[in-house]
């Protein structure tokens, strides 16, 4: 689904991201995981094509982000709030993502159905703009866009951060169930070890822009990531 | 709680670094020269104008005292400064909430927000014409004292003027209703003042000397200047929790009006629609819409003082400035306007192509709205009709992708939500730079047509060009799009970096 050839983002010198070689393919569920800084938010700009690669390229579905748009059908994602419109309100935004994917009013419906209990009906009713929305709220809309007109690739920048506790329990549920029923390809980072030990079959582990593990979730996995971030 | 007079310079401090550290200070090195130069001329202008009040006043009004008739037409100028200042001066753009929560009296801080907005240029530049004069005329026509109580009135009245021009700014933006009001008072009040022999402006102008003769009167004017600053201070008191409240009470509904557009239009639709949504509720894309509109009644005293026959040529730019005003002007900052989810509308699921056939398809309507509000012109003279379509033609078949083009040299983040008339935010050299081939190049075409043809070929000339860029709008919009590809990262790069 994805390959990263070479890729290297340096900023005036300093290189924050290096990863020679990797492979996501098509239903794999991607973990990211590195404290701040590690390079987890430049790998998913260098993916979306929102960051130029100083050397390398991302390739998703065999042709280069950089050179085609044909990803940004396929692709739905939410990194921060540059992805939110913060004057339109929640069913706005709803309905303007909606539109690009072709969706009506009844689509919609049957859309925020599917979402089982991540958001009430309130919020797609909201009328407030969304800049006036709590920081849970807000990240829930972009959330919830990233999943609109059926993407195949899912990229999600710790979407668990600001929810609250019931919203990130049926965040996990929803995640695993599009991952497993609808064979979506999903990215995501946290810097909750056990949201994405719960979520992820396979697991990143980052540090100064580069992979220092790369493996399978298993039952040790927590374990092993609190020893390495204990140290 | 430290007290105000210790505040008020660490205050001053973080104003001067957000200046300073603001990016369209640093980085447009060349426009603040240019506005450096404009100012210096200004100022030697202002001097001048002072020194030799005296001598124009004489000439104006011969059997009148020169003090007494320039007192009198002070109050025209503290009417077109209020209305001025209503329209132009920043509100204070201290962002006061980094300070309500420490230990700092919020009554501190109203104060300082009063105070630095009497540091305003308005406040300055009227100085420059007023001691001079008072030197010249005031003091040797009358006294020292005479002149000095003089001065200081004025210089009271124009900051009571300021306080009440930030008061009604203030009230503005909560009761937009205002601007009538005063737009209709003032109307009022000059058609008063002219239709019965000036009594109000010569009454002023007694008033006005009545007191520089008894320095104790001076006690009004100050008393006016108190009054209008309390009355500020009393309503940000009264508001100062209100704009939070607010924000939170807004509300939007979802129209019909949107969805349908998107229906029509498909993808370009829902880019229009969310556009124009964009600009109906931010506050700084709006005040440049309602500037544009005020400006298409520059044609009234362009269309009386010129008829059309002193050159197609000078009326051709005036059509092709009236028919894309809304056009240029916005389009001075597109996508820097949406740069605060540039990076949704990167990744959103539509083409770069899909994404310039919306802007392409706005500034036509914007630029057919203009047309159609100017057409009224035509009543002075058919041909403006005939010169504002080939206009129309030129904006639409070139110009739009002119503005387009030159779009992709906007790296600045904006803040849309910041309304003021003065704010260069985002503004870079380029906009001044290239924007006068945009209504040059027509107005040269014209001109070489007119003199190897003739005039009327000229303007058909004009028309046909645009028109061709109206047939191959496809290719345009190619050529667009693949200039804005080939910036893109550095576009992100810019608005991300602010």
Known sequence: ?231 | MIPFIQLFPRLVNHQWKEMIRSSSWQKSILINIMLGIFLVYLLINLILLGLFLGKIMDSVFPDADPVTAFSGILLYYFIADFIFRFLMQPSPALSVMPYLHLPVRKNSIFHFLLVKSGFSLFNFFPLIVLIPFTLREVIPGYSPTTGITWLIAVILLIFANNYLAFFFRKLFSVKPSVFIIIAAVTALLFWFDFSQSRIISLGFGNWLMAIAINPVWVVVPAILFILSYSLSWFFLYRQRYLEMEEKQSRQYKSSAGSRYISEIFGVSGALMSLEIKMILRNNRPKTYLVLSMMFMFYGFLIYTKHPVESGYGMMLFIGLLLTGIMMIQYGQLVLSWESSYFDRLCTANFTTRDFFIAKFRLFFFFNTVTFLITMPYALYDYRILLLNFAAWLFNCGINIFVILFLGSFNTKRVDMSKGSFFNYEGVTAVHFILSIPALGFPVLIYWLVSIIVNPDAGIVAVGLIGLAGLIFHRQLIDIVARQFLARKQIILHGFRNG
């Open chain 1, 1 to 231: 689904m994805i390959k990263v050839k070479g890729l290297k983002k340096q900023y005036a010198g300093t290189t924050a991201l290096h990863i020679p070689e990797m492979e996501i393919v098509a239903g794999e569920s991607f973990g990211l995981i590195g404290n701040n800084g590690a390079g987890k938010t430049t790998f998913f700009r260098l993916i979306l094509d929102l960051l130029a690669a100083t050397e390398g390229e991302v390739i998703s579905k065999n042709v280069q982000v950089s050179q085609s748009e044909e990803w940004k059908k396929y692709t739905g994602s939410y990194l921060d709030e540059g992805f939110l419109i913060e004057y339109l309100s929640p069913a706005e935004y709803f309905n303007f993502i909606g539109s690009l994917h072709g969706m009506n009013l009844e689509d919609l419906t049957g859309f925020y159905h599917q979402l089982d209990g991540f958001a009430s009906e309130e919020l797609y009713q909201n009328r407030k703009p969304i800049r006036a929305l709590s920081k849970g709220n807000k990240s829930k809309v972009g959330i919830i866009a990233a999943l609109m007109g059926n993407p195949e690739i899912v990229v999600l920048d710790e979407p668990f951060a600001h929810l609250d506790p019931s919203s990130q329990i049926s965040l996990k549920r929803l995640l695993k169930r599009v991952n497993t029923e609808k064979n979506v390809t999903l990215l995501v980072s946290s810097h909750d070890l056990t949201h994405v030990t719960e979520v992820c079959n396979r697991i990143v582990l980052l540090e100064s822009g580069l992979i220092i593990r790369d493996f399978a979730t298993t039952h040790d996995t927590m374990r092993e990531l609190e020893a390495y971030f204990t140290h």
